[in-house]
Protein backbone atom coordinates (compact mmCIF):
# COMPACT_ATOMS: atom_id res chain seq x y z
CA UNK A 1 0.00 0.00 0.00
CA UNK A 2 1.32 3.34 -0.99
CA UNK A 3 -1.46 5.49 0.50
CA UNK A 4 -0.61 6.21 3.71
CA UNK A 5 -2.81 5.21 6.65
CA UNK A 6 -3.01 8.69 8.35
CA UNK A 7 -6.06 10.58 6.44
CA UNK A 8 -4.92 14.06 4.85
CA UNK A 9 -7.11 15.83 7.63
CA UNK A 10 -5.33 14.79 10.64
CA UNK A 11 -1.45 13.89 8.89
CA UNK A 12 -0.10 17.36 9.90
CA UNK A 13 -0.59 16.70 14.44
CA UNK A 14 1.10 13.23 14.73
CA UNK A 15 1.68 12.99 18.60
CA UNK A 16 0.78 15.76 20.86
CA UNK A 17 4.02 17.25 22.90
CA UNK A 18 2.37 16.35 25.82
CA UNK A 19 2.74 12.27 25.77
CA UNK A 20 7.12 13.09 24.88
CA UNK A 21 7.48 15.23 27.43
CA UNK A 22 5.47 13.30 30.14
CA UNK A 23 7.65 10.25 28.92
CA UNK A 24 10.68 12.54 28.71
CA UNK A 25 9.96 13.86 32.64
CA UNK A 26 9.54 10.02 33.89
CA UNK A 27 12.66 8.34 32.08
CA UNK A 28 14.80 11.58 33.74
CA UNK A 29 13.10 11.59 36.89
CA UNK A 30 11.45 15.42 36.49
CA UNK A 31 9.38 17.53 37.84
CA UNK A 32 6.48 17.38 35.58
CA UNK A 33 5.14 20.73 34.91
CA UNK A 34 4.11 19.67 31.65
CA UNK A 35 0.68 18.86 31.23
CA UNK A 36 -2.15 20.80 33.77
CA UNK A 37 -3.52 18.39 35.74
CA UNK A 38 -3.32 18.59 39.50
CA UNK A 39 -1.20 16.58 41.63
CA UNK A 40 -3.94 16.39 44.11
CA UNK A 41 -7.27 15.47 44.16
CA UNK A 42 -10.26 17.21 44.69
CA UNK A 43 -12.93 17.44 47.74
CA UNK A 44 -13.26 14.19 49.29
CA UNK A 45 -17.02 14.38 50.12
CA UNK A 46 -17.22 14.73 45.82
CA UNK A 47 -14.83 11.47 45.67
CA UNK A 48 -17.67 9.92 47.80
CA UNK A 49 -20.45 11.24 45.96
CA UNK A 50 -19.13 8.90 42.69
CA UNK A 51 -18.63 6.18 44.63
CA UNK A 52 -22.29 5.99 46.50
CA UNK A 53 -23.38 6.46 42.93
CA UNK A 54 -21.64 3.88 41.43
CA UNK A 55 -22.60 1.66 44.96
CA UNK A 56 -26.16 2.52 44.30
CA UNK A 57 -26.60 1.37 40.79
CA UNK A 58 -26.93 4.84 39.96
CA UNK A 59 -25.49 5.61 36.56
CA UNK A 60 -23.72 2.00 35.70
CA UNK A 61 -25.60 2.09 32.63
CA UNK A 62 -25.83 4.19 29.84
CA UNK A 63 -27.32 7.56 31.16
CA UNK A 64 -30.21 9.52 29.49
CA UNK A 65 -28.41 11.30 25.91
CA UNK A 66 -28.65 14.33 26.95
CA UNK A 67 -26.94 13.96 30.29
CA UNK A 68 -28.63 12.91 33.65
CA UNK A 69 -31.51 15.88 34.85
CA UNK A 70 -29.49 16.22 38.17
CA UNK A 71 -26.75 17.12 36.40
CA UNK A 72 -28.45 19.85 33.89
CA UNK A 73 -30.39 21.28 36.48
CA UNK A 74 -27.00 21.31 38.57
CA UNK A 75 -25.13 23.37 35.54
CA UNK A 76 -28.50 25.61 34.72
CA UNK A 77 -28.21 26.71 38.10
CA UNK A 78 -24.79 27.53 38.42
CA UNK A 79 -24.89 29.51 35.15
CA UNK A 80 -27.87 31.79 36.52
CA UNK A 81 -26.54 31.76 40.33
CA UNK A 82 -23.03 32.75 39.08
CA UNK A 83 -23.71 34.96 35.96
CA UNK A 84 -27.63 35.56 35.95
CA UNK A 85 -27.66 32.97 32.57
CA UNK A 86 -30.88 31.29 32.41
CA UNK A 87 -30.81 28.29 30.67
CA UNK A 88 -33.95 25.55 30.56
CA UNK A 89 -31.76 22.10 31.98
CA UNK A 90 -33.78 20.27 29.03
CA UNK A 91 -33.47 21.76 25.97
CA UNK A 92 -30.62 24.45 26.57
CA UNK A 93 -28.15 22.15 28.10
CA UNK A 94 -26.12 18.93 27.11
CA UNK A 95 -23.44 16.48 29.05
CA UNK A 96 -20.29 15.61 27.49
CA UNK A 97 -17.51 13.79 27.83
CA UNK A 98 -15.16 16.54 28.85
CA UNK A 99 -14.82 19.48 27.38
CA UNK A 100 -12.86 18.08 24.47
CA UNK A 101 -15.96 16.39 23.31
CA UNK A 102 -17.58 19.24 23.47
CA UNK A 103 -15.07 21.13 21.56
CA UNK A 104 -15.69 18.03 19.03
CA UNK A 105 -19.26 18.16 18.52
CA UNK A 106 -20.01 21.66 18.03
CA UNK A 107 -17.15 21.84 15.32
CA UNK A 108 -18.24 18.58 14.03
CA UNK A 109 -21.94 20.00 13.98
CA UNK A 110 -21.48 23.35 13.06
CA UNK A 111 -18.88 23.71 10.33
CA UNK A 112 -19.38 23.06 6.89
CA UNK A 113 -16.08 21.73 4.53
CA UNK A 114 -14.48 25.46 3.70
CA UNK A 115 -15.87 27.17 6.44
CA UNK A 116 -13.51 29.04 8.09
CA UNK A 117 -13.11 28.98 12.05
CA UNK A 118 -11.46 31.74 13.60
CA UNK A 119 -9.28 30.81 16.96
CA UNK A 120 -6.68 32.82 19.17
CA UNK A 121 -3.54 31.65 18.72
CA UNK A 122 -1.70 30.20 20.59
CA UNK A 123 -4.82 27.48 21.34
CA UNK A 124 -5.60 24.67 22.93
CA UNK A 125 -4.39 21.78 20.88
CA UNK A 126 -7.45 20.11 20.26
CA UNK A 127 -9.03 23.14 18.28
CA UNK A 128 -6.88 22.95 15.80
CA UNK A 129 -7.59 18.65 15.01
CA UNK A 130 -11.13 19.39 15.07
CA UNK A 131 -11.58 22.06 12.87
CA UNK A 132 -9.15 19.73 10.72
CA UNK A 133 -12.19 16.68 11.58
CA UNK A 134 -14.72 18.93 10.55
CA UNK A 135 -13.18 19.71 7.17
CA UNK A 136 -13.21 23.43 8.38
CA UNK A 137 -10.18 26.27 7.71
CA UNK A 138 -8.65 27.83 10.98
CA UNK A 139 -7.68 31.47 10.78
CA UNK A 140 -5.42 32.08 13.78
CA UNK A 141 -5.51 35.46 15.41
CA UNK A 142 -2.25 35.66 17.52
CA UNK A 143 -2.61 37.10 21.30
CA UNK A 144 1.00 39.24 21.12
CA UNK A 145 2.56 39.94 24.49
CA UNK A 146 2.43 43.75 25.31
CA UNK A 147 3.46 45.18 28.86
CA UNK A 148 3.98 41.71 30.73
CA UNK A 149 0.60 40.09 29.75
CA UNK A 150 -0.94 38.70 26.31
CA UNK A 151 -3.45 41.48 24.25
CA UNK A 152 -6.08 40.19 21.94
CA UNK A 153 -5.70 43.24 19.42
CA UNK A 154 -9.10 43.75 18.15
CA UNK A 155 -8.38 45.18 14.26
CA UNK A 156 -6.85 41.83 13.77
CA UNK A 157 -9.68 39.81 15.00
CA UNK A 158 -11.93 41.88 13.13
CA UNK A 159 -9.62 41.89 9.78
CA UNK A 160 -9.69 37.81 10.31
CA UNK A 161 -13.36 37.88 9.02
CA UNK A 162 -14.15 36.98 5.90
CA UNK A 163 -17.43 35.88 3.80
CA UNK A 164 -16.62 32.53 4.57
CA UNK A 165 -16.06 32.73 8.43
CA UNK A 166 -18.49 30.49 10.48
CA UNK A 167 -17.48 31.31 13.74
CA UNK A 168 -15.19 32.20 16.37
CA UNK A 169 -13.57 29.37 18.81
CA UNK A 170 -12.92 31.74 21.63
CA UNK A 171 -11.54 30.82 25.31
CA UNK A 172 -11.06 32.53 28.16
CA UNK A 173 -9.68 32.34 30.99
CA UNK A 174 -7.07 31.52 28.29
CA UNK A 175 -4.86 28.88 28.05
CA UNK A 176 -1.44 28.71 27.71
CA UNK A 177 -1.36 32.29 28.26
CA UNK A 178 -3.45 32.90 31.55
CA UNK A 179 -5.09 35.63 29.52
CA UNK A 180 -8.74 36.50 31.01
CA UNK A 181 -10.58 38.94 28.36
CA UNK A 182 -11.65 42.08 29.66
CA UNK A 183 -15.82 42.64 29.80
CA UNK A 184 -14.44 45.49 27.07
CA UNK A 185 -12.51 43.13 24.77
CA UNK A 186 -15.65 40.51 24.92
CA UNK A 187 -17.90 43.58 24.03
CA UNK A 188 -15.95 44.01 20.75
CA UNK A 189 -16.37 40.25 19.62
CA UNK A 190 -19.87 40.39 20.61
CA UNK A 191 -20.67 43.45 18.47
CA UNK A 192 -18.55 41.87 15.48
CA UNK A 193 -20.05 38.50 15.50
CA UNK A 194 -23.31 40.54 15.38
CA UNK A 195 -22.57 42.69 12.59
CA UNK A 196 -21.39 40.02 10.62
CA UNK A 197 -23.61 37.24 11.80
CA UNK A 198 -20.95 34.48 13.05
CA UNK A 199 -21.78 31.78 15.86
CA UNK A 200 -19.32 31.56 18.82
CA UNK A 201 -18.24 28.63 20.43
CA UNK A 202 -16.37 29.55 23.89
CA UNK A 203 -14.02 27.65 25.82
CA UNK A 204 -14.72 28.79 29.49
CA UNK A 205 -13.23 25.75 31.62
CA UNK A 206 -11.47 27.63 34.18
CA UNK A 207 -14.04 30.21 34.54
CA UNK A 208 -13.15 29.94 38.37
CA UNK A 209 -9.60 29.89 38.34
CA UNK A 210 -9.48 33.72 37.88
CA UNK A 211 -6.87 35.62 39.80
CA UNK A 212 -6.40 38.81 42.02
CA UNK A 213 -9.13 42.09 40.32
CA UNK A 214 -9.45 39.51 37.31
CA UNK A 215 -13.25 38.80 36.36
CA UNK A 216 -14.79 35.89 33.93
CA UNK A 217 -17.32 37.35 32.18
CA UNK A 218 -19.15 34.68 30.01
CA UNK A 219 -19.81 36.07 26.47
CA UNK A 220 -23.20 34.58 26.45
CA UNK A 221 -24.23 37.23 28.95
CA UNK A 222 -23.36 39.78 27.00
CA UNK A 223 -26.35 41.84 24.61
CA UNK A 224 -27.67 39.67 21.70
CA UNK A 225 -25.25 36.65 22.64
CA UNK A 226 -26.93 34.46 24.01
CA UNK A 227 -28.78 32.72 20.56
CA UNK A 228 -25.40 32.86 19.03
CA UNK A 229 -22.75 31.41 21.72
CA UNK A 230 -21.92 27.95 22.69
CA UNK A 231 -20.44 27.79 25.91
CA UNK A 232 -18.45 25.05 26.96
CA UNK A 233 -17.63 24.05 30.70
CA UNK A 234 -16.31 21.35 32.45
CA UNK A 235 -15.73 19.21 36.01
CA UNK A 236 -12.23 18.74 35.55
CA UNK A 237 -10.26 21.88 35.95
CA UNK A 238 -12.91 23.51 38.69
CA UNK A 239 -13.30 20.37 41.00
CA UNK A 240 -9.45 18.64 40.35
CA UNK A 241 -11.19 15.37 38.37
CA UNK A 242 -9.38 15.45 35.18
CA UNK A 243 -9.83 11.85 34.45
CA UNK A 244 -13.69 12.07 35.32
CA UNK A 245 -14.24 13.92 31.68
CA UNK A 246 -17.47 15.35 33.08
CA UNK A 247 -18.19 18.71 30.38
CA UNK A 248 -21.26 20.25 29.42
CA UNK A 249 -22.79 23.13 26.94
CA UNK A 250 -24.89 25.68 27.55
CA UNK A 251 -26.70 27.00 24.37
CA UNK A 252 -30.12 28.05 22.89
CA UNK A 253 -32.49 24.68 22.02
CA UNK A 254 -31.49 24.82 18.65
CA UNK A 255 -27.56 25.15 19.01
CA UNK A 256 -28.11 22.08 21.43
CA UNK A 257 -29.84 20.19 19.40
CA UNK A 258 -27.58 20.85 16.80
CA UNK A 259 -24.52 19.91 18.94
CA UNK A 260 -26.43 16.72 20.40
CA UNK A 261 -26.56 15.51 16.76
CA UNK A 262 -23.22 15.07 16.48
CA UNK A 263 -22.19 14.03 19.80
CA UNK A 264 -24.51 11.02 20.25
CA UNK A 265 -22.64 9.55 17.27
CA UNK A 266 -18.80 10.33 19.13
CA UNK A 267 -19.60 8.64 22.38
CA UNK A 268 -23.06 8.88 22.78
CA UNK A 269 -23.11 8.52 26.62
CA UNK A 270 -20.03 8.91 29.45
CA UNK A 271 -19.82 9.15 32.79
CA UNK A 272 -22.42 7.75 34.14
CA UNK A 273 -21.61 7.51 38.30
CA UNK A 274 -19.64 10.47 38.29
CA UNK A 275 -22.50 12.81 36.36
CA UNK A 276 -23.96 12.19 40.00
CA UNK A 277 -21.08 13.42 41.90
CA UNK A 278 -20.33 16.25 39.52
CA UNK A 279 -23.83 17.91 39.92
CA UNK A 280 -23.17 17.96 43.65
CA UNK A 281 -19.76 19.44 43.33
CA UNK A 282 -21.46 21.88 41.16
CA UNK A 283 -23.79 22.97 44.34
CA UNK A 284 -20.64 23.07 46.72
CA UNK A 285 -20.25 26.50 48.73
CA UNK A 286 -18.81 29.94 47.43
CA UNK A 287 -16.38 29.01 50.30
CA UNK A 288 -14.91 26.29 47.86
CA UNK A 289 -14.79 28.42 45.22
CA UNK A 290 -12.71 30.88 47.22
CA UNK A 291 -10.29 28.77 48.70
CA UNK A 292 -9.41 26.98 44.99
CA UNK A 293 -8.74 30.68 43.87
CA UNK A 294 -6.96 31.33 47.22
CA UNK A 295 -4.60 28.30 46.90
CA UNK A 296 -3.98 28.32 43.49
CA UNK A 297 -3.28 32.25 43.08
CA UNK A 298 -0.15 31.51 45.71
CA UNK A 299 0.95 29.12 43.43
CA UNK A 300 1.22 31.04 40.23
CA UNK A 301 2.57 33.73 42.70
CA UNK A 302 5.43 31.10 44.06
CA UNK A 303 6.25 29.69 40.05
CA UNK A 304 6.34 33.00 38.27
CA UNK A 305 8.68 34.75 41.57
CA UNK A 306 10.73 31.36 41.44
CA UNK A 307 10.69 31.45 37.39
CA UNK A 308 11.93 35.75 37.13
CA UNK A 309 14.61 34.57 39.62
CA UNK A 310 15.68 32.12 37.72
CA UNK A 311 15.85 34.39 34.88
CA UNK A 312 13.45 34.11 32.93
CA UNK A 313 10.56 37.03 31.79
CA UNK A 314 7.14 36.12 32.94
CA UNK A 315 3.74 36.64 31.44
CA UNK A 316 1.68 36.98 34.80
CA UNK A 317 -1.47 34.56 34.35
CA UNK A 318 -4.84 36.67 35.33
CA UNK A 319 -6.43 33.08 35.31
CA UNK A 320 -5.69 29.49 34.69
CA UNK A 321 -3.12 26.44 35.56
CA UNK A 322 -0.15 27.82 33.43
CA UNK A 323 2.39 30.64 33.38
CA UNK A 324 4.17 31.72 29.97
CA UNK A 325 7.60 32.75 29.91
CA UNK A 326 9.79 34.21 27.40
CA UNK A 327 13.56 32.66 27.30
CA UNK A 328 15.07 35.10 26.06
CA UNK A 329 16.57 36.55 28.70
CA UNK A 330 18.59 33.43 29.41
CA UNK A 331 20.20 33.19 26.07
CA UNK A 332 18.02 30.94 24.61
CA UNK A 333 15.42 31.20 21.22
CA UNK A 334 13.93 27.82 20.16
CA UNK A 335 11.47 26.68 23.13
CA UNK A 336 11.53 23.05 21.79
CA UNK A 337 15.74 22.95 22.34
CA UNK A 338 14.87 24.43 25.54
CA UNK A 339 12.30 21.94 26.89
CA UNK A 340 14.31 19.15 25.16
CA UNK A 341 17.23 20.04 27.46
CA UNK A 342 15.66 21.76 30.53
CA UNK A 343 15.40 18.06 32.22
CA UNK A 344 19.13 17.53 31.95
CA UNK A 345 20.02 20.99 33.02
CA UNK A 346 17.17 21.13 35.77
CA UNK A 347 15.22 18.14 36.46
CA UNK A 348 11.90 20.26 35.29
CA UNK A 349 9.83 19.48 32.26
CA UNK A 350 7.64 22.90 30.58
CA UNK A 351 5.86 22.97 26.78
CA UNK A 352 7.35 24.68 23.97
CA UNK A 353 4.01 26.95 23.42
CA UNK A 354 5.16 26.87 19.71
CA UNK A 355 2.95 23.58 19.63
CA UNK A 356 0.14 25.76 20.28
CA UNK A 357 0.79 28.39 16.91
CA UNK A 358 0.13 28.20 13.46
CA UNK A 359 2.87 30.81 13.27
CA UNK A 360 5.40 28.66 14.83
CA UNK A 361 7.73 31.52 15.09
CA UNK A 362 5.42 33.91 16.57
CA UNK A 363 5.68 31.37 19.38
CA UNK A 364 9.11 30.63 19.32
CA UNK A 365 10.90 31.55 22.65
CA UNK A 366 7.85 30.66 25.17
CA UNK A 367 7.70 27.84 27.23
CA UNK A 368 4.77 27.11 29.83
CA UNK A 369 4.99 25.64 33.06
CA UNK A 370 1.72 24.63 34.86
CA UNK A 371 1.31 25.36 39.12
CA UNK A 372 -1.46 23.40 39.39
CA UNK A 373 0.72 21.25 41.96
CA UNK A 374 2.01 20.79 45.27
CA UNK A 375 3.50 23.42 47.39
CA UNK A 376 6.53 21.58 48.15
CA UNK A 377 6.72 20.44 44.66
CA UNK A 378 6.87 24.12 43.33
CA UNK A 379 8.95 24.64 45.53
CA UNK A 380 11.27 22.13 44.36
CA UNK A 381 11.29 22.74 41.18
CA UNK A 382 11.81 26.67 41.96
CA UNK A 383 15.21 25.82 43.85
CA UNK A 384 16.37 23.45 40.76
CA UNK A 385 15.55 26.42 38.16
CA UNK A 386 18.01 28.59 40.49
CA UNK A 387 20.40 26.58 38.60
CA UNK A 388 19.72 28.62 35.45
CA UNK A 389 20.40 32.11 36.64
C1 LIG B 1 -8.11 21.10 29.88
C2 LIG B 1 -8.77 21.86 28.79
C3 LIG B 1 -9.86 21.32 28.09
C4 LIG B 1 -10.30 19.89 28.26
O1 LIG B 1 -11.22 19.72 29.26
P1 LIG B 1 -11.79 18.24 29.59
O2 LIG B 1 -13.02 18.54 30.35
O3 LIG B 1 -10.73 17.56 30.39
O4 LIG B 1 -12.04 17.55 28.31
C5 LIG B 1 -10.49 22.11 27.15
N1 LIG B 1 -10.08 23.36 26.89
C6 LIG B 1 -9.01 23.91 27.52
C7 LIG B 1 -8.60 25.29 27.18
C8 LIG B 1 -8.32 23.17 28.48
O5 LIG B 1 -7.24 23.70 29.07
Not at 203 to 208: A, G, K, Q, R, S
Amino acid sequence: MTRPLLNRRLAEFGTTIFAEMSALAARTGSINLGQGFPDTDGPEEIREAAVRALRDGRGNQYPPGPGIPELRQAVADHQREWYGLTYDPDAEVLVTAGATEAIAAALLALVEPGDEVIALEPYYDSYAACVAMAGGTRVPVTLRPHEGAYVLDLDELRAAVTDRTRLILLNTPHNPTGTVLTRGELTAVAELAIERDLLVVTDEVYEHLVFDDAEHVPLASLPGMRERTVTIGSAGKTFSFTGWKVGWITASPELVSAVRSAKQFLTYVSAGPFQYAVAEALRLPASYFDTLRAELSAKRDLLSEGLAQAGFEVYRPAGTYFVTTDIRPLGAEDGFAFCRSLPERAGVVAIPNAVFYDHREAGAPFVRFAFCKKTEVLEEAVSRLKQLA
